[in-house]
């Protein structure tokens, strides 16, 4: 029945090549990485009780990773013969996240009566964007770091400000 209809046969081989040639469990390792981290930044907000929290920013990693491993499967199925006449451009895929996730961190800072709120959460969801291309690019040591940076970052600078009886400003 092979070769009857060749458009059932690219689906076929669509299916038999789900990963674009990545294995299956790279694939899920890095999938499952920028959730997990992208969670324990959401678990942060979440626990402050803040706007954009724990499925927001899981799903914001997650999406960035996807949107990576994409951009990569789509440039290693070039046919070598092609690969000269196709331009590849990461910071593209790095700006075009970055634009997306800016857009939707935008939507939770608020300003009102002189003071600005959600600069933390924004910068947060933002975060976690990049913490989704690192999964994606498999820089996994790297978004590792960064988030514990960023835990340490967002409780540890909280901790000190109440030990030194400092007020926040509007908008941490």
């Not at 999406?63 to 789509?74: D, K, P, R, V, Y």
Request: aromatic residues 6%; hydrophobic residues 50%.
């Amino acid at each position: 029945m092979q070769g009857v209809d060749p458009m059932l046969d690219r689906l076929l081989s669509d299916f038999a090549t789900p990963f674009d040639g990545y294995p299956a469990e790279l694939v899920l390792l890095r999938l499952l990485m920028a959730v997990f981290l992208g969670g324990l930044i959401g678990w942060e907000r979440e626990s402050r009780n803040k706007p954009a929290g724990l499925r927001t920013h899981i799903l914001i990693a997650l999406a960035a990773c996807l949107f990576t491993l994409i951009a990569f499967g789509m440039i290693d199925s070039v046919a070598p013969e092609e690969q000269a006449h196709v331009r590849t451009d990461p910071l593209r895929l790095i700006e075009a996240v970055t634009a997306g996730v800016a857009f939707l961190a935008a939507g939770a800072i608020i300003q009102s009566g002189g003071s600005v709120h959600g600069l933390t959460t924004g910068a947060g969801m933002w975060l976690a964007g990049a913490i989704g291309l690192a999964c994606g690019s498999g820089r996994l040591s790297l978004a590792i770091l960064v988030t514990l940076v960023a835990l340490i970052v967002l409780r540890a600078l909280r901790w000190l400000e109440r030990g030194s009886g400092h007020r926040r400003r509007s908008g941490e």
